[in-house]
């Protein structure tokens, strides 16, 4: 696990909230707290949905919203005159990227052994903060494979060109 502070906020927002880079992340769970607290489960109730897209879900294995899909709600929530007092976003790897990242690694891990990747973003007292997280189906003390997943995460901000200091 790695944590970082994002260092331009007002870029990293618009990024979120207007652009499209965190776009194809699950989002497993919201919290944004402005003159009320707004809570979203990210879960997806497939029986919601017709057959055609329950199928699709199934294949994919997708079992959460995709941040596009919610991004209309959370930025509805945070615009305005004032910054939320506090948020929370936790998105999750999807299952495609987390296999692919397993197999690409050679850890000596199954795909089935990883439950998630996630990447945690927590704005509380005017600082935001991203942290890593990798949840494991199995005890293992090699922690090879957190390792991956944060210097995934600090490539894709690098990549991106988002500023952050890692303490």
């Not at 509805?76 to 506090?86: A, D, I, N, R, V």
């Not at 948020?87 to 690409?104: C, G, M, P, W, Y």
């Not at 600082?127 to 490539?155: E, H, P, Q, Y």
């Amino acid at each position: 696990m790695i944590a970082l502070t994002i260092l331009d906020q007002k870029d990293f927002m618009n990024r979120l909230l207007l652009g499209d880079i965190f776009d194809a992340f699950w989002l497993s769970e919201a919290t944004i707290t402005t003159y009320n607290t707004f809570t979203i489960d990210g879960a997806l109730h497939k029986e919601f949905f017709e057959a055609p897209v329950q199928e699709a879900l199934e294949r994919s294995r997708r079992t959460c919203s995709l941040w596009k899909e919610v991004k209309p709600f959370c930025f509805s929530c945070m615009k305005g005159k004032h910054t939320p007092l506090y948020f929370k976003i936790v998105f999750q790897l999807s299952r495609t990227n987390t296999d692919k990242a397993v197999l690409e690694s050679g850890v000596s891990l199954n795909c089935d052994d990883v439950s998630g990747l996630y990447l945690n973003l927590q704005y509380n007292n005017h600082i935001l903060t991203c942290t890593t997280g990798t949840s494991l189906r199995i005890f293992t003390m090699d922690k090879t494979f957190d390792t991956v997943w944060d210097n995934m995460v600090l490539a894709f901000f690098k990549q991106h060109g988002i500023a952050f200091e890692q303490f």
